[in-house]
Nanobody, 123 residues
């Protein structure tokens, strides 16, 4: 059974930092592109960042470029999202996803999804 379990969320003040983790079990992450998405209250799910199978390619949405970075440790079967200079508009449920293709993941087409971790950012 495949599981993606996010952790590291929590209340943070604007300007602060958090590092989210996504630990995978039941699959070998080195065979998958991994990504992060978020969904704010009352809004649709939004793509945040993607990383290819070996970390050689990353891409993030414009609103987080320069502030968020995605990385992975295949030996630990874990993907990370480092979030700096957080803003109140970053408040959302953040969840990770996995699929073989980076381009598919950017479109939100994923084989596996986690349950998410909440990130409230106070002003």
């Amino acid at each position: 059974q495949v599981q993606l379990v996010e952790s590291g969320g929590g209340l943070v003040q604007a300007g602060g930092s958090l590092r989210l983790s996504c630990a995978a079990s039941g699959l070998t992450v080195s065979n998958y592109a991994m990504g992060w998405f978020r969904q704010a209250p009352g809004k649709e799910r939004e793509f945040v960042a993607v990383i290819n199978w070996n970390g050689g390619f990353t891409y993030s949405t414009d609103s987080v470029q320069g502030r968020f970075s995605i990385s992975r440790d295949n030996a630990k079967n874990t993907v990370y999202l480092q979030m700096n200079s957080l803003k109140p508009e970053d408040t959302a449920l953040y969840y990770c996803a996995a699929t073989p293709s980076s381009s598919s993941l950017r479109r939100g087409d994923a084989n596996y999804w986690g349950q998410g971790t909440q990130v409230p950012v106070s002003s």
